[in-house]
């Protein structure tokens, strides 16, 4: 199974912006989709984005759409997610998973331990 580990939070002033990283172990990582959720304080873990296993398809929450774009290397095993204009409301812990290609979050198999990215106005 694949073991994920997130970088690249912080604090920054909102409009603008952070990349956040995603650094995935194992030899299966090009077998999977990779998503982004976040979960803010006394919310419930919603979906971001999700690229394919080959990295050809993506899609995204409509409130990140435009101004957040995920990437993926499959040869270096990671997952990006660059977030520009940023707003005080993108404020939540960022996971990385790995899983089925899904907005759902019961489709993942694998989470890394997440990254705190906070947004000031």
């Known amino acids: 199974q694949v073991q994920l580990v997130e970088s690249g939070g912080g604090l920054v002033q909102a409009g603008g912006s952070l990349r956040l990283s995603c650094a995935a172990s194992?030899?299966?990582?090009?077998?999977?989709?990779m998503g982004w959720f976040r979960q803010a304080p006394g919310k419930e873990r919603k979906f971001v984005a999700i690229?394919?296993?080959?990295?050809?398809?993506?899609s995204y929450a409509d409130s990140v759409k435009g101004r957040f774009t995920i990437s993926r290397d499959n040869a270096k095993n990671t997952v990006d997610l660059q977030m520009n204009s940023l707003k005080p409301e993108d404020t939540a812990v960022y996971y990385c998973?790995?899983?089925?290609?899904?907005?759902?979050?019961?489709?993942?198999?694998?989470w890394g331990q997440g990254t705190q990215v906070t947004v000031s106005s």
């Open positions: 998973a790995a899983g089925d290609y899904t907005s759902v979050a019961q489709g993942y198999d694998a």
């Open positions: 194992g030899r299966t990582f090009s077998r999977y989709a």
């Open positions: 690229i394919s296993a080959s990295g050809g398809t993506t």
